[in-house]
């Protein structure tokens, strides 16, 4: 089933589970808590639709409210908030697109959030040999506009092998290669915030297809892929 908008009761219960996070509540409002999660799923399926449109995408995941809390300093059971992920098909389509919904934090972001060891190293030999394009991507005014500037964990100085001097180093020194952008609860609420996603996530796609580009080649130009 699929659902076009995100609706004011979503937020109204995210903000109520926010100042109740305690099983006892969750328990006697989880009737209300399944009639909110049909209508996030519908939303999340409806804007997978959208995107398929656009891009080849393998599957859409949405995540559990429930929280693992073995490792984590914060107890509270649930997550205050319902997020959702889509990865694309294939070796060679690199990217990821996510999607948080909450009150007042709300937030699309798009990229490269823990890219893999040697994933990390060859983006940072290719800024090393040449940022230019990267650079040139990334400041054009249009997706600067929707998306702003790379945000994610760096290292202090430089990584190992690479000279903290070199003209690219506040690039080479990021651990994350993350856009993000933040939507109030009154853009969340508009019809239109399924059509504002997704051509968000379409201004995205040159940064997508570099950085595809990138990660399926050696620094020669040549495939990586059989």
């Known amino acids: 089933m699929e659902n076009k908008i995100i609706s004011k009761q979503i937020l109204d219960f995210l903000d109520d589970l926010n100042k109740n996070n305690n099983r006892e509540w969750f328990s006697e409002n989880k009737e209300r808590f399944r009639k909110i999660e049909t ?5 999340y399926n409806f804007l997978l639709e959208k995107m398929k449109e656009q891009d080849d995408i393998e599957k859409l995941k949405i995540f559990r409210i429930y929280r693992d809390v073995r490792f984590s300093k914060d107890k509270s059971p649930y997550k205050s908030h319902f997020a959702g992920s889509m990865s694309r098909k294939g070796n060679h389509l690199r990217g990821g697109y996510y999607l948080q919904i909450k009150p007042k934090e709300s937030f699309i972001a798009a990229g490269f959030w823990q890219p893999n060891k040697e994933d990390l190293f060859r983006i940072r030999k290719e800024l090393e040999l040449d940022a230019s394009h990267f650079r040139t991507l990334i400041e054009e005014p249009g997706f600067k506009n929707i998306w702003g500037n790379l945000v994610g964990e760096e290292v202090k100085t430089a990584p190992k092998g690479f000279d903290k001097l070199d003209p690219n180093i506040d690039l ?3 651990k994350a290669f993350v856009f993000v952008r933040n ?3 009154k853009e969340v609420l508009d019809d239109s915030f399924a059509e504002e996603v997704s051509s968000s996530f379409l201004r995205i796609r040159p940064y997508f297809d570099l950085m595809s580009d990138i990660l399926t080649t050696d ?4 495939s990586l892929l059989n």
Do not use: P
């Open 39 to 43: 209508q996030v799923k519908g939303f």
């Open 172 to 174: 080479i020194r990021k």
């Open 183 to 185: 939507f109030t609860d």
């Open 219 to 222: 620094l020669n130009g040549e």
